[in-house]
């Protein structure tokens, strides 16, 4: 298992985009947002973000490698795409 080596540019701008799309104005980016504006220390809700970024992020990298390892890829993609459409309805119909 090689965890560091030379990115891939595709994927590597592939997984740029995606993640800076999704988290663009999402509860996370709000949360910064307060927590700088309360605490008035910029750079330490800045590296605490970034820290807890990255460790969720290594989270998932390691959960998906080790995943697909176990599990079909298209048995993935079903499973999450499943999960998301879930998530969504669930979501709709809370109150």
């Given amino acids: ?6 990115p891939d ?3 590597f701008l592939e997984a740029f985009a995606a993640l800076f799309v999704a988290e663009f104005g999402d509860k996370t980016q709000l949360a ?10 910029p750079w330490a809700v800045f590296l605490g973000a970034s820290l ?7 989270i998932g990298v390691l959960f998906g490698q080790t995943a697909m390892r176990l599990v079909p890829e298209a048995v993935m ?18 109150p």
């Fill in 9 to 11: 540019m595709k994927i």
């Fill in 77 to 94: 993609q079903r499973v999450a795409a499943t999960a998301f459409i879930a998530i969504g309805v669930w979501m709709w119909i809370k």
């Fill in 1 to 6: 298992m090689r965890l560091i080596a030379p």
């Fill in 32 to 41: 910064v947002i307060t927590l700088t504006a309360s605490t008035q220390k």
């Fill in 52 to 58: 807890a970024l990255t460790a969720v992020t290594a």
